[in-house]
């Protein structure tokens, strides 16, 4: 079972940075990583993709974070980033990291506990 672990949330102020860490970790003897991807979710509203980041690095961003977000990873080290730059109020949610991974099982998607984020102006 492969597990992602976010951490780096919390409270900012409008206009600050934070910087988000997703760290893969799991009991199957061999897992790979695929695609990589963070997503957030605001109160009562639907969980959106943010930012994705492919094994080899392409990237894509959201229309919303674009110049502002930068997705990175380290595949030795099976961790993904996010860096947030110029924080808006409208960027408040829980960001859950994502990722598809395989295995000797099968190919899965896996989830995140998610990491909460608060921007205040």
């Known amino acids: 079972q492969v597990q992602l672990a976010e951490s780096g949330g919390g409270l900012v102020q409008t206009g600050g940075s934070l910087r988000l860490s997703c760290a893969a970790s799991g009991s199957a003897s061999a897992f790979t990583l695929n695609a990589m991807n963070w997503y957030r979710q605001a109160p009562g509203k639907q969980r959106d993709l943010v930012a994705g980041i492919t094994s080899l690095g392409s990237t894509n961003y959201a229309d919303s974070v674009k110049g502002r977000f930068s997705i990175s990873r380290d595949n030795a080290k099976n961790t993904v980033w996010l860096q947030m730059n110029n924080l808006k109020s409208e960027d408040t949610a829980v960001y859950y990291c994502?990722?598809?991974?395989?295995?000797?099982?099968?190919?899965?998607?896996?989830w995140g506990q998610g990491t909460l984020v608060t921007v205040s102006s």
């Open positions: 994502h990722a598809y991974v395989s295995t000797f099982r099968g190919y899965f998607e896996v």
